[in-house]
Every structure is written in C-alpha cells, then in structure tokens.
C-alpha cells in the first residue's frame, strides 16, 4: 500500500479503484472532513492528489507550482495563478458601477456592497450594521473593551495595533512611504498608490453616466452627484446645501466671516486657500497656465480656457433676447444691458449713469482734466 501511496505523491496513478480509496484512507488515516463538500464515494484522483501535495513537496523537495518572481510554491496551480496577481498587478475584476478592478473575485463582492447598501453583518449590541465581518468585529471591541491599543502622545484608542502604528505617525512626522518620480513622502502606502497616478496619468475610476475618469474614488463620488442631484450637506444658517462638504464649510465662512487664510506679502486674508494661491501669483508673477496655440500665459486656469475660445471659436453663451453668442459670460452681462437698460455706472459729479465702467471713466475726464488718474478712480462708483 505504501509503494501505490508514494505512486498517488509522484502522479504515476491515473486510475484508482474504490477498494484502494478504502485502503488508502484506513492506512494514511485520511478523514472524510478533510475534502469539503465530498464523501467518500465522489472523492476523485485530483482530489487526494491535491491533499496529498504538500507532503509530497516535504518528502521529496518537488515544487509543482512555484511562482517565477518570488519562488514561493503552492499545492494547486489556480492558487498560483492568483498569487502570479501580485507581482503583475493584473486585477481581472471590475466593479460594473464605479471601474474599480480586485485582484480577487470576492473582494468585489464585498466592494459591490457600496453601491448595493447591503450590510448584513449587524452587531447584537447597538443594530449597528456593518459591510464586513471584519469591520463587526472589530466594532464588537467597543462594547467588550479588548484589544484596545492607546496612543501614548493623545490617548485616542485603537482596535488594530496596525491603526495604532499608522497614527503615530502624525505625532512624529514620520513618512516612510516615497515616490519614485519626485521627492514627495506620504505617512501611509494608500496615499502614495494615490499620488502616484499624478505620475502614470491613470484614472481608474469611470463614471457610469458620462465616462468621465478620475484618480481617486471620492472624486468620482463627489461627481456623481452631479448626475444624481444629490445635494447631502446642507447649511444651517441659510439652508443652501452642497454635494461636497468642503463646498459647505467655505460657504460657512460666508456666515462666521472667517477669513483664515492670510497672503505673507500683504497680509491680505482669504475664505478660500485657492483665492489666496490665485492672488499669490500677483505678487509672483507666476503664469502656469500656457496656451498650446500661441504660447501665451495665464495665471488662472479660468483665463486661459475663455482664451482658447479665440482659437476654437467657440461662443458657448447665447443671449436669451435676441441670440447672440459670446465667449466669455461677463460680455454676455454687458451685452443683456443693451436690453435691461441697466446703466450702474453713475457719475458722483452730475449723476450721468452708464453701462459700462470705461464709458464712465472717459466721462470723468471732463470733469477731472487737471486731476490726478488715481484721485479721478475715487469718483468711480457702482450703483446697485
């Protein structure tokens, strides 16, 4: 029996009776338990063949299946070509909702459960339900108090040791995590996958809708609300609401009139920290915003796209009155007052009102010829 056993572990037998099956099982006490779903009767060659590899490689030093890159070895060839993932990065399954690809068939199974709503593991505690049973357990350790790991700088707690690591961090300043294409450091590997894509150009996250592609996942959350309409976060002082929080929390400052973001040239303050590295490059005279036709520069993004529009010719704002299209909505507002009759531009010396702002300065000469051009600006007023 012995000799057909070392012939099952050198893959020599192709056919067993199931009188040697018997054998086999009462001589090597191979248990039943040990092929999930199978009894005795259906348990094929493959099968014991397979639980029989592992010894196999002990005894005799074979490695059936053993990965190129890493010479890690494995019983089952399926399991090698799963592990051949990581080193290629190839991750065969997508999610059909946002584009974002897993390695493994049943990590988009747990991901599928964002879009679905589907949380069935609930914790017996407080009905809290979860996506993961992972992320239940590690909830459970609320209510028992075990396994808490405490950061010794802020006493914050953790379940995961991992998680503790990972915010220690923040009090060292550690960034062990570098790019390979510039200098930047990151505190943590999933900032740096992110950042990398700056570099690659790849935008694996495609919306459903449009096709519009994004580096990051809740770039493309925060876009799909654009189609959905969902506007989640709300005001409280006005009830104006938002589909990005970050929108809510400028808006706020509306309200409080904070202004926390100060220029370091002139000491003027801002809500936003764009409008203040938009006014920075007044003092900088920095222009990165180069048109590819002409070669001509801007400092803001906005300015050259209403730029390109003379190359293009493009004229994508109309006049609801009597059709007419221009490149830019702030001619469109100064056209619509040709039918408005709006002329908030007024005189502070004889009341005269006019349209447009250098109409009222060309007045103003008349009544400022021996005037200096800085105090004339003083007597330029807009009425509303």
Known sequence: MQSFVNEVQNGTVHEITMNEFGNIFDNRDIKVEEFPSQNKDEITLKSLNDHLIPERMINTGDTPYQCSHCDKVFSQSSALNKHIRNHTGEKPHQCGQCGKAFLYNSNLMIHMRIHTGVRPYTCKQCDKTFTQNGHLISHMSIHTGEGSYQCSMCNRAFTHNSVLIRHMRIHTGERPFKCSQCVKTFSNKGNLNAHMRVHTGEKPYQCSQC???????YELTSHMRIHTGEKAYQCSQCGKTFTQNINLISHMRMHSGERPFQCSHCNKDFSKNSN???HMRSHTGEKPFKCSQCDKAFSQKNNLNIHM???TGERPYQCCECTK?????????????????????KCKQCDKTFSRKNSLIRHMKIHNKDTPLNSRKSDVFFTE
């Open 211 to 217: 096709y519009k592609s994004f580096k990051q996942n």
């Open 276 to 278: 203040l590295i938009h």
């Open 309 to 311: 529009r003379i190359h």
């Open 325 to 345: 299209t221009f490149s830019n909505n702030a001619t469109l507002n100064l056209h619509m007052r040709t039918h408005t009759r709006e002329r908030p531009y």
